[in-house]
């Protein structure tokens, strides 16, 4: 794949092209583990925004007729530039795809300072039987938290943590279902997954 599509990573209409096509196939839920906390900026893209804004208002001009058609071009050759809006096209037309999340673990001092929003904050469960139950499955708090950019994030189907922990030997052994953000406990990426497929909240 690096031969035929070059070195990771990939540009975001690569892996929006990826995802119509696997959406297509029939896939009943897709994980994009990928994390996009970031707008991928192209140069070439803020180039042209940049000629656009100056050639507008000449546009609008009495003679700025002859400038619509440039205008237009550059308009198209923007969406075909924009990889952000490309992905969350196909991410929103596939309607089944898990986007994942990542936490800084650790015990935090106090409330957290980042605001979430409603996309991501509409994947965290406010209640569960046993977050201290140390023989079952513990729940590890988080110090800071990394989530996809809201772009993204909003098209999604569900969000879900990446995060592993290993034990003392360092082995990873099990795996972390729930992940406490100041009281609101975010599942897996896998769980996520998981429940996505069985149609389950």
Known sequence: SIDTIGRWPWPRSVMADALDIISEAGAKVIGLAVLYTEPETNPGLVVLKQV???LTPLAQGKNGAELAPVIE????????????EK????ISLSGNVVLPLYFDIGTPEGNPTEQLTPSVVKNFITQIDNPNDKDAASVRQALAI???????AKEAKAIGHLNVYPDRDGIYRSHMLLVDYSGQYFPSFATQLAATALNLK
């Open 52 to 54: 656009k804004d100056q």
């Open 73 to 84: 071009t550059i308009t198209n050759a923007e969406g075909q530039l924009d990889t952000d």
């Open 146 to 152: 990394k989530v996809p950019i809201e772009k993204f």
């Open 87 to 90: 992905l969350a096209g196909s």
